[in-house]
């Protein structure tokens, strides 16, 4: 009696029969499973084969049987082509093995590797005939053809010198010093001793801007000439003055600058300016310190930072070319805060930086001490501000805008205690410093004046108003100072009886009573001179202590042509305001200062109306002069 078959063993029967292969069914619509042992016989069947046919090329060469040959097809159940079944008498313990495996909870099994992928090799590169070619086209100016074949050589023997020392000179002619300098020291390391890569190396360091470099490399050269050398001698000994003058405190700024300029025509074309002569260019210019080289180190700076903004050195080029400029703004920050935040950023990328350091501080410094002397003066205290300008002005020696500025500053405090000469040098060494400095200019021709010489004070009004025509107080100042010189040809009152110009009343007086207890006749008596000098004194004294004749003689009124009538009826006599009078030697006075004589005098009708109050001042060193008192 057959026994029925178990579950299990029914639906292991019916998987089988399920999955049972067929010889027409295609490879890929096998079973995962089947499809992979498929693919892993097969590469054994492949490697198999190999093996046989290497076999049989080494034995004589003979018939092989038709039935030695591997059949690739696909046997009957579930083995794979080319493999024995699990059932067969010869099957091995893997075969049978390999059906229960299904590629993820059993065996592991690798992927067949692919055949390796082969480049045919590169066709090999006749060095000799690259440079060959490279010569050619060298000869041919076609520099950058000659680097292309010159390239190929050295890649084919990286360890000859010759094509090295060939594609640095097509570098040199194409302009490209900086690569040439590569390929030169390469192959003078692999030929220290030939004559013909030196001269080359050295010539690219005079084109670089690196004298001393090639002056040292001249020097391995046993045959190397004067003329070989002139150029890298020239930029080395102009480099060392430049350098000389600015660090000399009595150097000279443009002098280092022509220096650079003769060094810089050594450099190969289109070679850009190294950095040290550049860092050298910015220096000669601060000490110059005029606007126009300012600007210079401005721009010096701003390349630098262009290609390194975190350069520290450039930043506190620009801070000084702000701190020494010293402008003020109507809009934004000050030079001195320019100057300190460029400071203070060169110092956050490098706390060691001294000069960063150096001139905050001093700028700080001299800024603090401006302050305090410009206080001082404002508040009238003018002898200690000319103390405090006097201190400020030691602080830095270098800073020539600033120190022009307390000098002329210092200067007017001189004339508010008339002090006119100290006043007068004070703005010349202003000027030596700034010759632009208008302010120092002014000051210097009222201080000028003020100390008694006119005649100059009035060329120097002269040559401001040429200098800036359209300036009306200049206009002014002018036929001020050439009334006074007009006054200062008659007799000086003032000085006759030892006043100033401003004594009062009884100053006048005790000083006219001390000058006739000595001159007076009876003391004197046949003395004509004394009797002369008598007369001056009593011609002072009536004059001075007369306010109308006072304000007359002040104001110059009494040099006038006599057809002012006594500024009575000025329409007619004063020529409608176009000079005083008809006749020579007249004065030409201002239509305001005029207008301001009138109503001072109360009105044009006579001189004796309204003698008393008016006192007319136009900016003098002491507040101009004083026409009617």
């Not at 084919?156 to 594609?167: G, I, K, V, W």
């Not at 721009?299 to 506190?316: F, G, H, K, T, W």
Request: hydrophobic share 30%; glycine share 10%; aromatic share 6%.
């Amino acid at each position: 009696m057959r026994k029925s078959k178990s579950p299990k063993k029914h639906d292991k029967d019916k998987n089988k029969k399920k999955y049972k292969h067929d010889s027409d069914t295609h490879p890929l619509n096998l079973p995962p499973d089947q499809l992979r042992k498929l693919t892993v016989q097969m590469a054994r069947q492949e490697a198999e084969a190999e093996a046989n046919a290497n076999k049989q090329s080494a034995a004589p060469e003979k018939d092989v049987p038709e039935t030695n040959k591997t059949e690739f097809t696909l046997p009957q159940g579930n083995s794979p082509p080319g493999q024995p079944s699990k059932n067969a008498p010869d099957a091995s313990p893997e075969a049978a093995d390999e059906e229960t495996t299904n590629g993820v909870n059993g065996h592991d099994e690798r992927s067949p590797t692919p055949p390796p992928h082969r480049v045919p090799p590169a066709p090999k590169v006749d060095p000799e005939a690259c440079k060959a070619a490279g010569n050619k086209f060298f000869k041919a100016k076609d520099y950058d053809r000659a680097i292309e074949e010159y390239t190929k050589a050295v890649e084919a023997d990286p360890s000859n010198p010759t094509y090295l020392s060939n594609r640095a000179a097509a570098y040199i002619s194409a302009n490209k010093y900086s690569q040439a300098l590569g390929d030169a020291l390469q192959a003078s390391r692999l030929d220290p001793d030939n004559d013909k890569i030196l001269h080359r190396l050295a010539r690219i360091y005079t084109s670089l801007g690196r004298p001393q470099d090639a002056l040292d490399t001249y020097a391995r050269i046993p045959n190397a000439s004067a003329t070989d050398t002139a150029a890298a001698h020239k930029a080395l000994q102009a480099i060392e003055v430049a350098e000389k003058q600015i660090n000399s405190e009595d150097g000279n700024g443009n002098m280092a600058i022509w220096s650079i300029e003769q060094a810089r025509q050594t450099l190969g074309p289109g070679t850009p300016t190294p950095r040290r002569w550049q860092i050298l260019k910015a220096l000669a210019n601060l000490k110059v310190g005029t606007a126009n080289a300012l600007g210079e180190v401005q721009a010096i700076a701003q390349s630098l930072l262009r290609e390194n903004p975190m350069d520290a050195e450039a930043m506190v080029l620009a801070g000084r070319a702000f701190y020494l400029r010293d402008e003020k703004s109507q809009q934004g920050k000050s030079d001195y805060e320019r100057a300190e935040d460029y400071f203070r950023q060169a110092l956050s990328l490098d706390p060691d930086n001294a000069d960063a350091r150096k001139y905050l501080r001093t700028m700080k410094k001299l800024d603090r001490a401006k302050t305090e002397a410009n206080d001082l003066f404002k508040r009238g205290r003018y002898s200690e501000a000319v103390a405090a300008y006097t201190e400020a002005l030691t602080i830095d020696p270098t800073n020539k805008a600033t120190n022009a500025k307390l000098l002329g500053n210092r200067a007017m405090a001189h004339m508010k205690i008339k002090e006119f000469e100290e006043a007068k040098a004070d703005c010349d060494q202003a000027l030596k410093l700034d010759p632009s400095y208008m302010k120092a200019r002014k000051t210097r021709a009222k201080a000028t004046g003020e100390a008694g010489d006119w005649e100059q004070a009035v060329k120097d009004w002269k040559a401001l108003v040429e200098d800036n025509p359209s300036d009306s107080e200049l206009n002014k100042e002018l036929r001020n100072a050439e009334l006074e010189l007009k006054k200062s040809k008659r007799k000086d009152y003032y000085k006759i009886l030892g006043v100033d110009k401003d004594a009062g009343d009884k100053e006048i007086e005790k000083a006219y009573k001390r000058k006739a207890a000595v001159l007076h006749p009876d003391k004197t008596m046949g003395d004509k001179a004394k009797e002369e000098e008598f007369k001056d004194c009593l011609e002072a004294k009536e004059t001075l202590l007369d306010p109308q004749k006072r304000h007359i003689y002040d104001t110059g009124a009494d040099l006038m042509e006599p057809g002012m009538g006594g500024m009575g009826g000025y329409p007619g006599g004063m020529g409608g305001f176009g000079g005083m009078g008809g006749g020579g030697g007249g004065v030409q006075i201002d239509p305001e200062m005029l207008f301001n004589m009138m109503n001072g005098m109360g009105g044009g009708g006579g001189g004796g109306g309204g003698g008393g109050g008016f006192r007319y001042s136009n900016g003098g060193g002491r507040g101009g002069y004083s026409p009617f008192g």
